[in-house]
């Protein structure tokens, strides 16, 4: 198994590299200075599954959450209030949470993701960047990387091509008379005392990413010093600071930070005397269309968001498959992820035959990490996403037993069992609730094929339309649809199930009559006279 599946791979790398170690950590950064999208959710995720296949292997191991909440405050994120704009350039943990609901805007952010691996079942340490400086927990990494800060800045250069810290050192002290952080600059440091002389005269310009407004950030003027828990390592060489300091074994990275985990594996090896934890490289989360990811931008797919529509094995499959690859993020990806982890199940419990063993096997094990190797002894329901979807958007979400109707179409309509547990009627009802979100947000059913009506269909259903009336009642409506069918010289049964694919994708469902009068007449002629046209653009 160890050659089929990554995590597999990464967690036998990880031993390989030092099989002495009593606790084997692996670890993900959180920032905590925007808004996180489904994609600061993936190293977590994938973090989380290399700490489960080390334990499976027979080692102790676990996740630890590390929040960058000692950051500074570069831009107001999209649809927060613009009154930050005086914090901005302070670390993100010494901001108010401008909602109230936390102790800072750093923890608020974090709790985002946090909140999320709660949700999912992920089991983490917490650490906040913030209190590891406070408590000193990195003191002997700054020390040693400020005392050789000019081959730190030769290592930067030979890796990067930046000279910047050629000359300066890598460090951002906090200035204590305005609280700033990147606009300070370290012009001595005092290696017994551990202690740094700096001045605060630089600057540098932010933005409110709601109203795109340059912020300019200008130093106070301050010279002092400081003791070096007061301030934090220049990115350059803090992740390679933090990984020795916390002994970390596996880190994930997009290619965003590629250049950045390159420097920082030299600056572990060449300076820190410590092996580099091993990797995992993926590619970054789009736009449909290509474009990227932007927090400035507003297009964020939190993980919030992506809850309310899809069961947490479907965002833990986004970010476990396919790493190389380039993904979308948005509403139409939903769908087809939850009715993949429905196959993945499928092929787990050979409901479905894969012939190649090879990828058989993989799949299988994708489905374990998928629910976090603890499988369920029997399959759930597998019903596709599409087909609850379209039932739950034409059924208006006021409806007296709304759950028991739809529940019932897809026993009649054969795509749910006739005799449910309570566990599957509750797994459905789950269900039905994140159809229906998705198709509140997404504005209607699920696209589909055309159907390719005759002529005669197409006449009857437009006479249909004709004579249903708001004021029929259900009987009255039952005996239109059989006279039109009769009028058009179709069969009654074949014009029933073609109705009920109209409306509801499937065909079978109750009474015709009782379901146009729950859908409500007028909804169910303009989702006919939909079909209608979809079908004429098709044939033509």
């Known amino acids: 198994m160890s050659e089929l599946f990554w995590a597999d791979k990464s967690a036998q790398q990880i031993i390989d590299q030092d099989p002495s170690r009593d606790m084997y950590v692996t670890e993900c950064g959180l920032g905590a200075s925007g808004i996180p999208h489904v994609g600061s959710l993936g190293d977590g995720i994938r973090s989380y599954v290399v700490s489960l296949a080390l334990k499976e292997k027979g080692n102790d191991a676990l996740f630890q959450a590390y929040s960058d909440d000692r950051d500074g405050l570069r831009k107001i994120p999209y649809g927060f209030p613009s009154e930050l704009k005086e914090y901005v350039g302070n670390p993100v943990s010494h901001i108010p949470d401008p909602f109230g609901c936390h102790d800072s805007f750093g923890h608020h952010i974090s709790s985002l993701l946090t909140d999320a691996f709660d949700t999912m079942g992920i089991e983490y340490r917490f650490q906040s960047s913030d209190e590891a400086y406070k408590a000193g927990t990195l003191d002997k990494e700054i020390a040693l990387l400020l005392e050789r800060h000019k081959e730190a800045g030769t290592i930067i250069r030979n890796v990067t091509g930046q000279e910047k810290y050629l000359t300066q050192y890598p460090y951002f002290a906090i200035c204590e008379e305005c609280g700033k952080i990147y606009t300070t600059r370290v012009t001595d440091f005092d290696s017994e005392a551990e202690i740094v002389s700096y001045v605060c005269d630089g600057e540098f310009v932010g933005k409110d990413s709601t109203t795109n407004e340059d912020i300019v950030v200008k130093g106070c003027g301050a010279r002092g010093t400081t003791h070096i828990r007061n301030g934090k390592l220049a990115w350059k060489v803090e992740f390679a600071a933090r990984w020795r300091a916390f002994d970390i074994a596996f880190e994930a990275f997009g290619k965003d930070i590629l250049e950045s985990v390159k420097v920082n594996d030299a600056i572990c090896e060449q300076l820190l005397s410590y092996t580099p934890p091993v990797h995992a490289f993926y590619e970054l989360f789009v736009e449909r269309g290509g474009g990227k990811i932007s927090k400035s931008k507003g297009n964020v797919f939190t993980p919030q968001r992506w809850l309310r529509y899809g069961a947490p094995e479907s965002l833990i499959l986004l970010m476990l498959k396919r790493l190389a690859y380039a993904r979308v993020v948005d509403l139409e990806e939903i769908p087809k992820l939850m009715d993949e982890v429905n196959y993945l199940e499928d092929v787990y419990f050979g409901k479905v035959k894969v012939n190649n063993e090879k990828e058989r096997m993989h799949l299988r094990r994708l489905y374990e990490y998928v629910k976090l190797l603890d499988v369920p002894e029997t399959p759930s329901l597998s019903i596709p996403y599409s087909v609850i979807a379209n039932i739950a958007s034409v059924i208006p979400s006021d409806t007296p037993n709304r759950d028991e109707i739809?529940?019932?179409?897809?026993?009649?309509?054969?795509?749910?069992?006739?005799?449910?547990?309570?566990?599957?009627?509750?797994?459905?009802?789950?269900?039905?609730?994140?159809?229906?979100?998705?198709?509140?947000?997404?504005g209607g059913p699920m696209a589909h094929e055309p159907l390719e009506l005759t002529e005669a269909e197409r006449e009857a259903l437009l006479q249909l339309i004709d004579v249903l009336g708001e004021g029929m009642d259900a009987e009255d409506i039952q005996n239109a649809v059989f006279t039109t069918a009769q009028e058009h010289d179709l069969k009654p049964a074949k014009f029933f199930k073609l109705l009920y694919y109209v409306l509801l994708g499937v065909q079978r469902g109750p009474r015709a009559g009782t379901l146009i009068k729950t859908i409500g007449v007028q909804r169910a002629c303009q989702i006919i006279e939909r079909e209608i046209e979809t079908s004429r653009q098709g044939s033509s």
């Open 406 to 442: 739809i529940i019932n179409i897809l026993q009649n309509s054969k795509k749910a069992p006739s005799s449910l547990s309570e566990e599957q009627r509750e797994d459905l009802m789950t269900m039905i609730r994140y159809a229906t979100e998705w198709t509140n947000d997404a």
